[in-house]
Structures are given as structure tokens and as C-alpha cells.
């Protein structure tokens, strides 16, 4: 798998757009870039994920530049409770290809 | 809840125990995975299972063995483990077809090995 770059940590305040970058310049044409959270000692959860579209849920929005090299994660209204360890993952769409998971951005939502 | 549950929660063992970690999915997924965390690193992929077959095992010591008797039930078997071993344990499934794969985690079995 392409692998990615992310900020190690960043702070939003509570009710603000919380926008997370992610670097996946050597991403292939038939990889999908996945968003995955995790608070604190619980399990990761799936937040996104998209090809080569901007993509809206009702989590979050992400948003793929047109040469595919890189992304961006919109949680539009940031609360407390979404403070957590965001990882984005590049993968094939090989069906037994499992995610491996990068150390992603530690976002705090700040009050 | 995920549709996937992991049980026990918490686990203390001693290095001479033999122990299991357990997950079972409610998702008709025919993919499941185990993954190790350990403080402060990232998620470590164990084990996949495709339809009942594992097809990969990430140069995990033997003293882990996993087992996976259906599309709905996940085994990890546990015996003389190292403290160093103490960490999270997140089982997860996925529906494998071409394309995007989605993997619906537990909510992890965190083991202290004393």
C-alpha cells in the first residue's frame, strides 16, 4: 500500500471546522483513501472513504484533490467527543488486502 | 455496540497461563482480522481470516494462535506470553469483495501479561 503523511497532532476548537491533511503522493489510480478515528482505548471506527470524488457522510466530508496526491478530512462542526487519533490509509481494492494503519493525527478539540 | 463484540474485555495473566480472546461478529462478514496495540505504537495487523481460511499471519511469535471455526467467530489462543505482549487486542471484520473494504472493529480486549 501507498503509504501516507500526516500531521502528528492538531488542535480545533469546539464548534469550528476541524480540517485534517493528509499526503498520499504516491497513491495508484485504483487505491482508495480511507479515514479511520479512534478514541481513546476503544476500537477504530470508520469514518470515509472515496476514489477520486469528494465524498459527504454524515460524520464528515472528504474532500480529494484532483491529482489524487492528497486529501483532506472536513468534520464540519467539531465537538469534544471528536477528539481522537485520525488515520488515513491508502489501499488496494484487492479483496484480502487488509489496512495498515500509520500513526495519524492526534486531533483535540479544545472548549 | 459495532456488531462486533470481543471478549473478555480485561485480561491478567501470569507467562505460564494459557488463556483465549474471543470475537464474534453479527455482520454476515466473511473477513476477520486481529490486530495488536501496544502503548503508544500504531496498530499492528496479526491475522486475517478470508472465508474461514487465514490468509496471512504477520511474522507473529507461536505463542499466539489463532483459530476461526466459522464466518462469525474469531479465536485468538494465548499461552507462556511476555509482559512485553501486554497491549490491546482489536479483532475486526470486513465483507471482502473488489473494491472499497470497510472493517467494523470491537471495542478491544486489553491484556496485562505480569
Known amino acids: 500500500d501507498a503509504k501516507t503523511t500526516q500531521p502528528t497532532s492538531m488542535d480545533c476548537a469546539e464548534g469550528r471546522a476541524a480540517n485534517l491533511p493528509c499526503n498520499h503522493s504516491?497513491?495508484?489510480?485504483?487505491?482508495?483513501v480511507y479515514w479511520y478515528r479512534q478514541i481513546h482505548s476503544q476500537g477504530p471506527q470508520y469514518i470515509i472513504h472515496g476514489l477520486k470524488n469528494n465524498e459527504t457522510n454524515e460524520m464528515a466530508s472528504l474532500i480529494i484533490t484532483e491529482d489524487r496526491k492528497s486529501s483532506t478530512l472536513i468534520l464540519p462542526h467539531a465537538t469534544l467527543r471528536d477528539t481522537a487519533v485520525y488515520y488515513c490509509?491508502?489501499?488496494?481494492?484487492?479483496?484480502?488486502?487488509?489496512?495498515?494503519f500509520g500513526k495519524g493525527t492526534r486531533l483535540s478539540v479544545i472548549a | 455496540e459495532t456488531g462486533v463484540t470481543q471478549t473478555p474485555r480485561h485480561l491478567v495473566m501470569g507467562m505460564t497461563n494459557k488463556k483465549s480472546l474471543k470475537c464474534e461478529q453479527h455482520?454476515?462478514?466473511?473477513?476477520m482480522y486481529w490486530y495488536k496495540q501496544s502503548a503508544k505504537k500504531p496498530l499492528e495487523l496479526m491475522f486475517v481470516y478470508s472465508l474461514e481460511e487465514r490468509v496471512e499471519n504477520n511474522s507473529v511469535p507461536s505463542r499466539f494462535s489463532p483459530e476461526c471455526p466459522n464466518s462469525s467467530h474469531l479465536f485468538l489462543h494465548l499461552h507462556t506470553l511476555q509482559p512485553e505482549d501486554s497491549a490491546l487486542y482489536l479483532c475486526?471484520?470486513?465483507?471482502?469483495?473488489?473494491?472499497?473494504?470497510?472493517?467494523?472493529f470491537g471495542a478491544g480486549s486489553r491484556l496485562t501479561v505480569l
Open positions: 504516491t497513491i495508484s489510480g485504483n487505491e482508495y
Open positions: 490509509i491508502v489501499r488496494m481494492p484487492s479483496g484480502n488486502t487488509p489496512l495498515v
Open positions: 475486526a471484520s470486513s465483507q471482502e469483495h473488489s473494491g472499497a473494504n470497510v472493517l467494523t
Open positions: 455482520l454476515g462478514h466473511n473477513a
